[in-house]
């Protein structure tokens, strides 16, 4: 069973960076896509980024591309979200996930338990 474990939320001001990590159980295969959801109260849960199990495609939702970049580590179990210039819209709990490479969360088998982001002003 794979499990996913994300770090790295916080509280950040609006136009800052913050980085966002996901690391497997040891000795996980990792031949699967990694994505990042997020989820904002009362709302459903939103695409925001994919990655291939060995990098060669990735896909970015529009509402963040060209301040977020997905990327990922074999060797090391782990995928990561680097966020740049974060608004308050970027609020939300973010959630990583492996499976297919996929915008669709049913696409994906194993999900984190969230890591929360919170963007003041």
């Known amino acids: 069973q794979l499990q996913l474990v994300e770090s790295g939320g916080g509280v950040v001001q609006a136009g800052g960076p913050l980085r966002l990590s996901c690391a497997a159980s040891?000795?996980?295969?990792?031949?699967?896509?990694m994505g990042w959801f997020r989820q904002a109260p009362g709302q459903e849960r939103e695409f925001v980024a994919t990655?291939?199990?060995?990098?060669?495609?990735?896909r970015v939702a529009d509402s963040v591309k060209g301040r977020f970049t997905i990327s990922k580590d074999n060797a090391r179990n782990t995928a990561f979200l680097l966020m740049n210039n974060l608004k308050l819209e970027d609020t939300s709990v973010y959630y990583c996930?492996?499976?297919?490479?996929?915008?669709?969360?049913?696409?994906?088998?194993?999900w984190g338990q969230g890591t929360q982001v919170t963007v003041s002003s």
């Open positions: 990655i291939s199990w060995n990098g060669g495609f990735i």
């Open positions: 040891e000795g996980s295969d990792m031949s699967y896509a």
């Open positions: 996930a492996a499976g297919s490479f996929s915008v669709r969360p049913r696409e994906y088998a194993y």
